[in-house]
């Protein structure tokens, strides 16, 4: 085999005159098939009898080959260096590869290994097995049934299924329900609305449940189409608790032709795409009902899913194999692994007898380096995805799976390369050198995390109030007659703003004026009549020259004039809201604009009950300091004085701009659109700056903490997430 190899002296191996002299031969129910992975060629091995295949590198395949039952092991092995020169197999590589095929029973005639070596490599193909069952004790896999029965009978119709013709219709049928979906995006908003909804959720859970059965069957298909066979379909429960249906589609690795492999590779994903299309054409003409409802929720499983999980190669799924085939890189994940294992013992703890994976060129180096380094950060984090979605509805279950995988994915790690760096007979003579950098690595990483505190902050979500900001009202109900002053221009405290037009109120103030004079009169003229009729005319014209003057006020009230020096703006809108406003009928109260004192603004922002701990002493500390960058401009960043602390632990929004319905950051009380669910504290922010500064604008504030440690921060994360379950 053609591997990378670091130092000539390895084509030897100390042990090989034990199979040198042997004359095994290959097991004629082994079957060989040819494949080509970019410029390299290799093999697979079929093995009918046990079901299972095997990979092998071109070199071992005509090693392998020249095995016969007459000729011994060390005439094969000279006739490779013969006929491949540099590309032939080394005597350890030989070894290896016949212990492999005699594990396999692949291998008849002289035993080519120590008859003691046996048991210990059965044990270990036992736990290869194990741990393909197990997943890692992640994936459980539970067989169900051999669906070969049913697709023998079906495999007429999926050649025509999977080939051109159905190719063809597939591709019309997708393109036509992407057009509809498109040409219906308008109903789209609506549909989303409800798909959170709890009732909802139950018929996502049994729809998608569905689509992955028919996922899984579709690969038996393609398989089945493309001359393979598919003997076992079953269910694996993933983190131990949600099943899935799968399927064994492997016999597909022993395809010739790469499109076949890839094909099958995407089988699921080309039968959801023909579930997700026909969910289209219901979905966009039907009428708001249940069919509606399961036709959408079908089309957003069969098609969203499909594009964050199945053609991510990062995960195991069907990306993952079509990247393997295309690439010409088999068995990815497990070589770089490999990889990365034996760049740390060559490279670092100075191993030299430690053996790279196979690798074709300098190109797939770099493709196994970069795909392990990506992997393993990106599953770690759907493991903690999984884990805090089922944390939020069931938290007992989820707290025990939290332990599991801790112990799965942290402290086995570390437990099982301990045991290695103590006691593992490849570290003889760097021992003490690997110990030695495995602490220079790890112990500053542990003290870095769990000793030095470190500079902390928190970004809290602001408005932009203005301090001082009047509204404007009107005093008296009337059609809006003009609008006198400009938005967004500055005004004195008394300019007028708008001038309302009442007919009746203008009038009414006439006839008062009149009855008033005729008051008067009446006034003067009792003077002569005595003193009784004096008083009654008294009274009378005190009586008009009250009601005179409420009219006068109303009449003065049709103009509005500015309660203060500042901006006007739109009370509740824009300024061109404003300029619409001639012609409109105002009651009394009704707010028409706003005047804003400026170079008056303030940020306030709301603290949850979660961060009230960490954040509050901070901002109530002696010149708390903080920074604001509003949204949209997130380059520009404004320091910031805390003014004012208000009362803590308040429900009450005061700016709806916080509210999750707006875009905010609290979620709302359903059916009480002002009252958030978790409370909160307000402080205010005085901006040194106050460009770009607008009444109503988000930001984002972020308060200088106390220094801590990583660890601390990370538990107390921690539990407050679980006192946040708990409550």
Known sequence: MALVREEIGSTFADMWYRVADMKPRVSVHARFVRQRHGPSVSYVIDDPAGGHFYRLSESARFFLGLLDGKRTVDEAWEACLAQLGDDAPTQKECIELLSQMQLYGLLVGDQPISADMVPERQSRFKQQRLKQRTGNWMFFNIPLANPEPILRGLQPYLKVMWGLPGLIAWLALVLAAFVVFITHTDRLGSSLNGILDPSNLVWIGVLFLFIRAIHEFGHAMACKAMGGRCTEIGVMLIAMLLPLPYCDASSSWKFDQTWRRVVVACGGMIVEFVFAAIATFVWAFSEPGLIHALAFNLMVISSVTTFLFNINPLLRYDGYYVLCDVAGSPNLAQRSKSLWYYLIQRRVFGVI???????????????????????????????????????????????????????????????????????????????????????????????????????????????????????????????????????????????????????????????????????????????????????????????????????????????????????????????????????????????????????????????????????????????????????????????????????????????????????????????????????????????????????????????????????????????????????
């Open 353 to 727: 007898n430690a053996r790279p994976p196979y690798a074709r060129d300098a190109a797939e180096i770099r493709l196994m380096l970069v795909y392990h380094l990506l992997a393993v950060p990106y599953r770690l984090m759907i493991t903690f995805s999984i884990l805090a979605i089922i944390m939020t509805q069931y938290l007992s279950v989820g707290l025990v799976l939290a332990v599991f995988f801790a112990f799965i994915w942290f402290v086995w790690p570390v437990l099982n390369g301990t045991w290695f760096l103590l006691t593992s007979p490849a570290l003889m003579g760097k021992r003490s050198r690997s110990i030695g950098i495995s602490l220079a690595v790890v112990l500053p990483i542990l003290i870095l995390i769990g000793l030095i505190p470190l500079p902390s902050s928190n970004t809290l979500p602001g408005v932009v109030e203005a301090v001082g900001l009047r509204v404007v009202r009107t005093e008296s109900s009337g059609y809006v007659q003009n609008v006198v002053a400009v938005p967004g221009e500055t005004v004195s405290q008394g300019d007028v703003l708008f001038v309302l037009d009442n007919p009746s109120f203008i009038a009414e103030a006439a006839a008062a004026e009149a009855r008033l004079e005729q008051a008067k009169i009446a006034l003067d003229d009792s003077t002569i009549r005595g003193n009784a009729a004096r008083e009654v005319a008294e009274a009378r014209y005190e009586r008009m020259l009250a009601e005179t003057d409420e009219y006068r006020k109303r009449v003065a009230d049709l103009t509005i004039v500015a309660p203060t020096d500042g901006v006007f703006a739109g009370g509740g809108g824009t300024g061109l809201d404003i300029l619409n406003m001639p012609g409109r009928f105002m009651e009394r109260g009704a707010i028409l604009a706003v005047v804003i004192p400026e170079e008056n603004y303030v940020v306030r922002v709301a603290v949850p009950d979660a961060n009230a701990g960490t954040v509050l002493p901070a901002v109530t500390k002696e010149s708390p300091k903080a920074s604001v960058r509003l949204k949209g401009s997130a380059s520009n960043t404004i320091r910031a004085d805390v003014t004012r602390v208000w009362p803590a632990g308040s429900n009450e929004l005061e700016s709806m701009q916080f509210s999750a319905m707006t875009g905010g950051a609290f979620t709302t009380t359903p059916g009480q659109n002002s009252t958030t669910i978790e409370s909160f504290t307000l402080f205010d922010v005085k901006p040194e700056s106050i460009k770009g500064m607008l009444p109503g604008r988000r930001a984002n504030v972020r308060i200088r903490l106390e220094p801590s440690t990583l660890l601390s921060r990370f538990t107390k994360r921690a539990r407050q997430f679980v006192d946040g379950r708990l409550q």
